[in-house]
């Protein structure tokens, strides 16, 4: 599928030559170019583009929500429920590239609702604009990450303004500009750079007072699709402009560090993040550009030298590239091997990992200087990179050859912990590693030569014409339970309950049972040593933070008297029994949040509610433990 290494060619602008041989090997695909001569290499077979695009719409939608899930196979069952926010606009765009306007108008339609809606949702979130990291594929509520990010709303909003841009529909549009002006109005400012988010994490990151560059760099690039739009008012296009030009000024000036010719991650409180992130170069030559980079004093040679240094590595028989450096690397393997955390980096190959979906970003980076050098008459420096893009590539390949058969899905990364801080590889399936959805987004970009945060195609690879698979065959999914937070699964528990489905309320309190009875049996353990009893809460916020501390204690108790009620419900008084013997038994400090603004304890609700009431069925619950022991900290049997 590739060009061999020592093929060079030139060609007039008058004159297109093609290629071609019986081989596995793509051959470079002569054209003729609109501006300075330039080859473009074949990366991909369409046929191979619409076989990776097929697989994502058959293991990855969700026709119920339109959502895609990013990794659908893991046996993390968490994980595998979940839509990143990020992947999903990218999802679309690649949607639009091949005609699939059925299903880019479906995620359209989730986000724009889930964006009208977001202010209404009850709970912390209340009163808030802005669309979470994360989003349940299955039942098309806030996921496992509900933080508020720019970068995935920059993305979303990238997205709308495409779809509105090929489809001239108005609402894509006037999405578009609503998350626009929520970034640019709401969320914090400085120097010209946009903060992470508008709230703080109340038990972690001041997401206001940290700037990334990954997630400006978002920014830029959806700004410059907005401009694209011809039905943006006078006063509208000056604003956008303005607001480009301070973004941009803040990359150049305040995320790169001229002494050592490099990106810094971002400016958090503390000053400059000096981590290495891959992504901060490559998307910044893909949003900015090489021409304009080189007009603002940044040579982006130099930092692809430099990225070429710190990113590429090999591991095994495989070559690619780290989301970060060695030093980060070290250390992250140094932290949490202290913890005995699971998801360390390897011991072996230098601690390092191969990250996917950042290979793909890493070869577009390539292909574009590979066009600018083109463009400015460096024919043997363009070619050179393209080599380089086209070994790139067949390892992208054989990653996906070496997990899965025919070669169409293809992995997140290599095992291991990105940073310190940060995500790592999902846990695998039954089969190897876990599909993902970006990874095989970024591969047909490439591909496609497609670089969706430059909002155009790239010169040095061959366009190939795709077109939406047809007989698409989703896999047959049996109905689900919600995986997700303990929260979110007890809630989801309750709803079941309440609306009267009796059955999902039992299938659903058990799986939050079995996803969260170590975390909540530690917190149990806890508790009794930290505090020894129930906490009192009269409406202060400090013993409110408390009580919550011991999250997956009061989640599971919640669930064991879901349980309880469910089979209480349907005469089977022998199971809720256990049920409610469990709460007593192993998770007697547990307390629970009423939204009405207390806290309530099961195990009184268990003997007000049920034991007192019905000794016939209950009375061999022994809720006396709680008065005995819990309260002048005893711990239970």
């Not at 292909?367 to 008459?377: E, Q």
């Not at 809460?537 to 008297?561: E, H, M, P, Q």
Request: charged share 20%; glycine share 8%; net charge negative.
């Amino acid at each position: 599928m590739f060009l061999s290494q020592n093929i060079r060619a030139v060609i007039s602008m008058t004159m297109a030559v093609a290629i071609s041989t019986p081989s596995l090997l793509a051959q470079p695909i002569m054209i003729t170019p609109a501006a300075p001569t330039t080859l473009a290499y074949s990366l991909i077979e369409p046929e191979h583009a619409e076989a990776i695009y097929r697989h994502l719409v058959e293991a990855h939608w969700t026709p119920k929500t339109g959502l895609f899930r990013s990794f659908p196979d893991s046996n993390d069952l968490k994980l595998s429920q979940q839509a990143s926010t990020y992947e999903q606009a990218a999802m679309g765009l690649l949607a639009i590239r091949f005609g699939d306007l059925e299903r880019a108008k479906l995620l359209f339609q989730f986000f724009k609702s889930t964006w009208a809606a977001g202010p209404e949702l009850a709970g912390p979130r209340n009163g808030l604009r802005g669309l979470a990291n994360f989003y349940n594929a299955d039942f098309g509520s806030e996921g496992i990450e509900k933080t508020i990010h720019v970068g995935p709303n920059a993305w979303v909003g990238l997205f709308a303004a495409k779809l509105a841009n090929a489809t001239k529909d108005p609402e894509s549009l006037k999405l578009a500009l609503d998350i626009q002006y929520w970034i640019a109005n709401v969320v914090p400012h400085d120097q010209g750079g946009v903060a992470m988010g508008v709230r703080d994490d109340p038990f972690g990151a001041g997401w206001s007072k940290i700037y990334s560059t990954e997630n400006n760099l978002s920014y830029y690039s959806f700004l410059t699709e907005l401009l694209r739009s011809p039905r943006l008012e006078a006063r509208q296009r000056v604003a956008i402009t303005q607001e480009r030009d301070r973004v941009e000024n803040w990359i150049v000036k305040t995320a790169y560090d001229p002494v050592q010719n490099r990106m810094l991650r971002g400016i958090n409180a503390q000053g400059p993040d000096a981590i290495q992130a891959l992504d901060t170069v490559t998307w910044l030559i893909s949003a900015i550009g090489p021409r304009r980079l080189v007009a603002r004093g940044i040579d982006p040679f130099l930092l692809m030298q430099h990225a070429e240094k710190s990113f590429e590595v090999t591991i095994g028989n495989q070559q690619g590239v780290d989301a970060t450096d060695q030093n980060e690397a070290d250390l992250t393997y140094a932290e949490l091997r202290s913890r005995l955390d699971e998801t360390n980096r390897p011991d072996g190959d230098h601690h390092r990992v191969i990250w996917y979906e950042g290979l793909g970003q890493y070869i577009l980076a390539w292909s574009t200087l590979a066009d600018y050098a083109s463009h400015m008459g460096k024919k043997e420096k363009a070619a050179d990179s393209m080599q380089k893009v086209e070994a790139l590539t067949r390892y992208y390949d054989q990653a996906a050859l070496t997990a899965y058969p025919g070669a169409n899905a293809y992995p997140y990364a290599t095992q291991g912990k990105f940073s310190r801080d940060g995500w790592g590889a999902p846990k695998e399936s039954d089969y190897g590693p876990a599909s993902s959805l970006i990874a095989g987004v970024w591969r047909c970009f490439v591909g496609l030569g497609m670089d969706p945060m430059a909002g155009r195609d790239v010169g040095t690879i061959y366009h190939a014409q795709v077109s939406l698979p047809q007989d698409i065959h989703l896999a047959e999914r049996k109905p689900v339970v919600l995986y997700g937070t303990s929260e979110d699964m007890t809630t989801e528990a309750w709803r079941a309950l309440k609306s009267g489905d009796t059955d999902h309320a039992i299938d659903q309190s058990q799986a939050t049972i079995q996803e969260w009875s170590a975390a909540a049996l530690y917190l149990q353990k806890k508790k009794m040593q930290d505090v020894g009893s129930l906490v009192a809460y009269g409406g202060d916020s400090n013993d409110r933070k408390t009580i919550f501390k011991y999250w997956a204690l009061n989640d599971v108790a919640a669930a064991y008297y879901i349980l309880g009620q469910a089979q209480d419900h349907k005469g089977d008084y022998a199971k809720a029994s256990r049920a409610f013997q469990q709460i007593v038994n192993h998770y007697s400090l547990a307390q629970i949040w009423d939204p009405q603004g207390w806290f309530w304890s099961p195990v009184e609700a268990v003997t007000n509610d049920y034991v007192l009431r019905d000794r016939e069925h209950y009375g061999w619950v022994v809720p006396q433990i709680f008065a005995e022991g819990s309260r002048v900290g005893k711990e239970p049997n």
